[in-house]
Every structure is written in structure tokens, then in C-alpha cells.
């Protein structure tokens, strides 16, 4: 019964665009069912913060408006829902978004208190990844719609499940991959008292400064581990799972191989940890590279010829995963593309896109067998 309504929720949400278009219920009910997870989402942080919470977002729980965004989020979910129901012929997004929210209701909704439970000291991002989602999802999604790139590439595109499976698991699981990722930064911190004059030095610039020059670091750190991952065989098993995506939006940066995040991270904090940077240059740092991420990925239209040269732009990018020979092992930056322009790696021709995307090779459809590949896969 419930794998029955699965499918019929799915088959809804990528029903054709003549059903899905303004006055049939279908933007209705989509809104409805993200606000409903999202406002789930933030219930479940309240109720069991031990648990689903992440320490670093208390100030945002803690936030006298938060009990009343999470009670406005709900009532938009229920209204949207009714009014898709309402529109719609088939019930099945209106109906999904009203048992979640629901749902969210019966734990205690926007007033409910948090849980006693053992805590075990291990926790899963549920407010992380709702957070994530306002941030870039409310942002991008509509934001393709207005101005794509490919206008007919739908929202929900082939493989758009495992992407938004690779979102979701990476918000969940923040705390392991950053418990991982910053073993590197420790080791350093706590063996090199040589940098006492780096930290002091970097310590004392401007705000700005410190943010620019934490762009330029960890731009100069990630192109020569993305370059590696390209030339040797063995990690181009684990950076294969990203470029097999044959759609780029918003949402296909987020399909990266577990192994790949906890090494790519490990390596780009290093700066930001051992320099002396201001905490919050590093926070404001990491708020900028999601938000970052999921543009360059996105499905946007514009040539940007003369801004691609010194910015990464969606073009920029989009031709680092094409299909096309002419776009192979180019462009590995991810701020600026004046390090592939130093390094012969530049590759931007004037108002052409990639014809397509991929991979040569038949990576696996599948979380878990992406999540084995590497270590399968024949080199």
C-alpha cells in the first residue's frame, strides 16, 4: 500500500508539463510538500535535538522567530495542500504534503518542546538539510524556471531521486563528514607552532581581505585535488560518480561519493583552520560555497563571456562536466579561473555551451552501488 502511494506521488511529481502547468494544482502541491518537509523537518530539530540537530545551528532554534517561522512554514504547507487537492484531479502531491504536515502537527508543531532521550553523542542534520534546502532549493528552483538554460529540462529531470538522496544523506550525515574532514587540520594545528606568526599576521587584516584571500587558498588547495582526481585512475573512480549526472542544475552538485567529500573537505579547510582566519571569515566562507556550488551547477542561462574569465560562472562550469573531448580535464577552479588560465587548464569558448554531459564509462544508477563503484570498477 505505501510503495503503491510512493509511486503514484512520484509519477505525479514528474507528470508532463501540460499537466503540471499554472491553475492545475501542480506548483501548488510541489510548494506544499517542500514546505511540509521543511517545516517537519524543523519540528523533529525541536523535539530531539540530541538527535537531529546540529549544535552549530542553537542559535537559529534559539531565535525568538523561529517557533513562528516553523508555525508559518506548516500553515502555508496546509493552505497550498488544500488548494492543490482542490485543483488538481489527482490527489497524490496535495495528499503527501498534507500527512507530513499533519504529522508535523501531531509531534507538537511550532510549540513543541524538546524530548528527553539519551544521547550517544552522535547526531543527523534534520535542521541542517531544511536550512540547505531554503537556502538553494526556494533559490534555484525557481530561479531555473525563469531563466534556463535548457527550457526543456524539467524540475524533476532523470536521476533527480538519487541527486536529492546525495542532498539529503550529506546534510544528515554533517557531523561524521566533519568529524573526518577536520582530522587533517588538527594534526597540523597541534604538530606545526612554527605558523604562530602566519596566524598573527593573517589574524590582523580586514574582514574583506581575510575573505578574499580564504577564496584564493582553498581555490589553489581544491584545483590541484581536482586535477588529481581527474588524472589518476584510481580516485577518478570516486570523482566519476559526480560527472556521471547527464543533467546540471541546482541540485547535481550534490551527488558526490562519501569518500570524496570527507578528502575534499579535509583538504580545503586546511587554510581556513590553520592560518589564524577569523571564525566568522570561515563561516561566512562556508555559507558562500553551498550557496556557490549549486549556481555553478544550475541550469541557467547566460553567456557571462567577459565575467567567465575571472569568476567561475555557470558556463564556466557546465563545460567542465561536458561530454564533448574539447571540454575533458578543463576547468578544474572553482572561484577563479585564472588558475586554470596559469595552469593550461582554461577552457571557455564565447557563447557555446556543451551539447551534453556524462561520463563515457556506465557508472551505476544507485546510491550503494555509486557508494561500491570506485572499488569495483576496472581500471
Not at 186 to 209: E, S
Not at 280 to 308: E, K, P, T
Request: charged share 15%.
Amino acid at each position: 500500500m505505501a510503495g503503491r502511494m510512493i509511486d503514484n506521488l512520484l509519477r505525479d511529481l514528474e507528470a508532463p508539463i501540460e499537466a503540471r502547468g499554472f491553475g492545475t494544482g501542480w506548483f501548488s502541491g510541489f510548494f506544499a510538500l517542500l514546505l511540509s518537509l521543511v517545516g517537519f523537518a524543523f519540528v523533529v530539530a525541536l523535539r530531539w535535538p540530541a538527535w537531529f540537530a546540529m549544535p552549530q545551528l542553537e542559535v537559529l532554534r534559539g531565535w525568538g522567530g523561529f517557533r513562528l517561522l516553523t508555525h508559518a512554514t506548516l500553515l502555508a504547507a496546509y493552505a497550498l495542500a488544500l488548494l492543490s487537492l482542490m485543483l488538481r484531479p489527482r490527489k497524490a502531491i496535495g495528499m503527501a504534503a498534507l500527512a507530513v504536515a499533519l504529522s508535523a502537527s501531531i509531534l507538537g508543531g511550532a510549540g513543541v518542546q524538546p524530548h528527553e532521550v539519551h544521547s550517544w553523542g552522535m547526531f543527523f542534520g534534520v535542521d541542517f538539510f531544511a536550512v540547505n534546502m531554503i537556502a538553494t532549493g526556494l533559490m534555484f528552483a525557481p530561479i531555473e524556471r525563469v531563466f534556463p538554460h535548457r527550457a526543456e529540462q524539467r524540475l524533476f529531470r532523470s536521476e533527480w531521486r538519487e541527486d536529492l538522496f546525495y542532498y539529503l544523506l550529506s546534510s544528515m550525515l554533517v557531523q561524521l563528514t566533519t568529524f573526518l574532514a577536520l582530522a587533517p587540520s588538527g594534526f597540523v594545528n597541534a604538530h606545526a607552532g612554527g605558523l604562530t606568526h602566519v596566524r598573527g599576521w593573517i589574524g590582523a587584516l580586514p574582514w574583506v581581505v581575510q575573505f578574499v584571500l580564504a577564496m584564493v587558498l582553498t581555490d589553489l588547495a581544491q584545483y590541484w585535488f581536482h586535477r588529481l582526481f581527474h588524472r589518476i585512475p584510481f580516485l577518478w573512480g570516486f570523482h566519476a560518480v559526480h560527472h556521471s549526472a547527464r543533467s546540471m542544475d541546482w541540485l547535481a552538485g550534490a551527488r558526490m561519493h562519501f569518500i570524496e567529500i570527507v578528502l575534499l573537505r579535509g583538504l580545503t579547510s586546511l587554510p581556513l583552520l590553520t592560518f589564524g582566519f577569523a571564525p566568522s571569515v570561515m563561516q561566512a566562507y562556508v555559507g558562500m560555497v553551498y550557496v556557490y556550488s549549486s549556481l555553478i551547477h544550475a541550469n541557467l542561462r547566460g553567456d557571462f563571456d567577459w565575467l567567465g574569465q575571472w569568476l567561475v560562472v555557470p558556463r564556466f562550469h557546465h563545460w567542465h562536466h561536458a561530454i564533448e573531448e574539447a571540454g575533458v580535464d578543463k576547468n578544474f577552479a572553482i572561484h577563479f579561473p585564472l588558475l586554470d588560465r596559469i595552469f593550461g587548464t582554461y577552457y571557455l569558448p564565447k557563447k557555446v555551451w556543451p551539447r551534453g554531459y556524462g561520463v563515457p564509462e556506465q557508472v551505476p544508477h544507485g546510491y550503494l552501488a555509486q557508494l561500491a563503484y570506485p572499488f569495483v570498477r576496472k581500471v
